[in-house]
């Protein structure tokens, strides 16, 4: 019984490395991703709504999402992501910090909702009063694009595609 738990968790263990190899490699054929030269935070900080993303299992259902960050003393973000469940209409809320790898622009941000888990959150496009934002990660699976209306002008978001497009991140997968 022992050698058959051992052979099951090796088979395991190889089949994540394996896994994760694979994505590795992917990334790594990827161009560097590059964010925007520099973030105030100050200006950041407020209300932000999800005019599109790429959909993942913990947004999975969700309508009508927005992110609230505050500036904390510390230099950290107190990070509240909203949203509406489509099939209940419950609000759903996920509290976390972010906090910057980047102190000279603060564009690459490591956010977190539970320990010890954490995310990037870079900041790759800008409107230059703040308007709009998108995020995303090195690794092109993560992707937001974000305004402070809960509306964006057409002309707006198609040069942020044409612009993602760049980057190599997969704006098919976009769901608005």
Known sequence: MRSLFIIMTTA???????????????????????TVPHVDLARYVGVWHEIARID????KGCIKSSATYTLLPDGEVEVINRCVNEKDGRLREAKG?????????????????????????????LGKDYEYAV??????????????????????????LERLKTQGFPVELLVR
């Open 97 to 125: 910090r972010a906090w910057s790898v980047d102190p000279d622009g603060n564009a690459r941000l490591k956010v977190s909702f539970f320990w010890p888990f954490r995310g990037d959150y870079w900041i790759v496009d």
């Open 12 to 34: 395991i263990c190889i089949s994540v490395l394996l896994i994760t190899v694979r994505k590795s490699r992917a990334a790594s054929n990827l161009p560097p991703l590059i």
């Open 135 to 160: 995020v995303g990660a090195p690794n092109r699976q993560y992707l937001w694009i974000l305004a402070r209306q809960p509306v964006m002008d057409e002309a707006i978001y198609k040069g942020i």
């Open 56 to 59: 993942h299992s913990f947004q």
